[in-house]
C-alpha cells in the first residue's frame, strides 16, 4: 500500500495512528504529497486533490481519513479501533465525526489566514469557525468521561484534533476553562502512535 500524505495534515496523522495502533504500519510506503501545487499529481489518484489517498496493491484508491482508517483497521485481528457494534460503535463514530468537525473548521480559518491576501479576509467567517470549535470544545469537556476506556478512533480524532488546535492556533487557548479535557489529553498523548506522528515542522 502507498499513502498519499502531508506532514501536517491533521487527517493523514489520523490514519498513521491506526495503522501504529493495529500494527499495519510496516506494510505502507509513505508518499510525500503537497496538495496545494499545481504540478503535484495527487488529483490522479483522489479527484478531490486531497490527502490522505491510499493506494492499495490492486489499484484501488481509497481516500478520506475515515475511509482508510476503517480500512487498515479491517486489515488486523486484534481489537478494533471501529467498534463492531451497538452503543460503543455510535460513540466513537459520534466523537469522530465531533473531532473532525473541529478540525474542519480550524482549517477553513487557517485557509483564511494563511491563503487569503489581508485585505480580503472575511472577519464574520473566521469567527464563525472559530464559534463552532468552541461549541464542540465545551461539549467534549463536559462528556470527558466519555474519553476514557479502551482507545478508538473516537478517542484518537479527538486527541488529534486537539493536538491539531495545540499546533496551529495557540492563541486560542483552549485549555483555558477545559481543565478535564486538558488533564485526559496530557494522559493520552504519551502514547507511542502519538508521540511518533506529532508534527515537527510548522509549515
Given at each position: 500500500m502507498k499513502l498519499r500524505f502531508s506532514p501536517t495534515s491533521p487527517y493523514v496523522r489520523k490514519v498513521m495512528v491506526v495503522a501504529l495502533e493495529t500494527r499495519v504500519a510496516g506494510q505502507i510506503e509513505q508518499?510525500?504529497?503537497?496538495?496545494?501545487?499545481?504540478?503535484?499529481?495527487?488529483?490522479?489518484?483522489n479527484p478531490l486533490g486531497k490527502v490522505p489517498a491510499l493506494?492499495?496493491?490492486d489499484g484501488q484508491v481509497l481516500f478520506d481519513s475515515r475511509v482508510i482508517a476503517e480500512y487498515l483497521?479491517?486489515?488486523?485481528?486484534g481489537a478494533k479501533m471501529f467498534p463492531p457494534s451497538g452503543e460503543e460503535r455510535w460513540l466513537?463514530?459520534?466523537?469522530?465525526?465531533?473531532?473532525?468537525?473541529?478540525?474542519?473548521?480550524?482549517?477553513?480559518?487557517?485557509?483564511e489566514f494563511q491563503r487569503r491576501p489581508a485585505n480580503l479576509r472575511w472577519?464574520?467567517?473566521?469567527?464563525?469557525?472559530?464559534?463552532?470549535?468552541?461549541?464542540?470544545?465545551?461539549?467534549?469537556?463536559?462528556?470527558?468521561a466519555l474519553l476514557d476506556g479502551p482507545i478508538t478512533i473516537g478517542t484518537i480524532s479527538v486527541a488529534i484534533a486537539l493536538e491539531y488546535l495545540d499546533?496551529?492556533?495557540?492563541?486560542?487557548?483552549?485549555?483555558?476553562?477545559?481543565?478535564?479535557?486538558?488533564?485526559?489529553l496530557e494522559a493520552y498523548?504519551?502514547?507511542?502512535?502519538?508521540?511518533?506522528?506529532?508534527?515537527?515542522?510548522?509549515g
Amino acid at each position: 500500500m502507498k499513502l498519499r500524505f502531508s506532514p501536517t495534515s491533521p487527517y493523514v496523522r489520523k490514519v498513521m495512528v491506526v495503522a501504529l495502533e493495529t500494527r499495519v504500519a510496516g506494510q505502507i510506503e509513505q508518499i510525500r504529497t503537497d496538495p496545494w501545487s499545481p504540478d503535484d499529481d495527487l488529483p490522479k489518484h483522489n479527484p478531490l486533490g486531497k490527502v490522505p489517498a491510499l493506494l492499495l496493491d490492486d489499484g484501488q484508491v481509497l481516500f478520506d481519513s475515515r475511509v482508510i482508517a476503517e480500512y487498515l483497521d479491517d486489515l488486523h485481528g486484534g481489537a478494533k479501533m471501529f467498534p463492531p457494534s451497538g452503543e460503543e460503535r455510535w460513540l466513537a463514530l459520534r466523537l469522530q465525526a465531533q473531532a473532525d468537525g473541529i478540525l474542519d473548521a480550524a482549517i477553513l480559518r487557517l485557509i483564511e489566514f494563511q491563503r487569503r491576501p489581508a485585505n480580503l479576509r472575511w472577519q464574520a467567517w473566521i469567527d464563525r469557525q472559530s464559534d463552532k470549535i468552541d461549541r464542540a470544545l465545551d461539549v467534549l469537556e463536559q462528556e470527558a468521561a466519555l474519553l476514557d476506556g479502551p482507545i478508538t478512533i473516537g478517542t484518537i480524532s479527538v486527541a488529534i484534533a486537539l493536538e491539531y488546535l495545540d499546533f496551529r492556533f495557540r492563541e486560542l487557548k483552549w485549555r483555558d476553562d477545559r481543565d478535564r479535557l486538558s488533564d485526559w489529553l496530557e494522559a493520552y498523548s504519551q502514547r507511542p502512535s502519538m508521540t511518533a506522528t506529532r508534527p515537527k515542522v510548522s509549515g
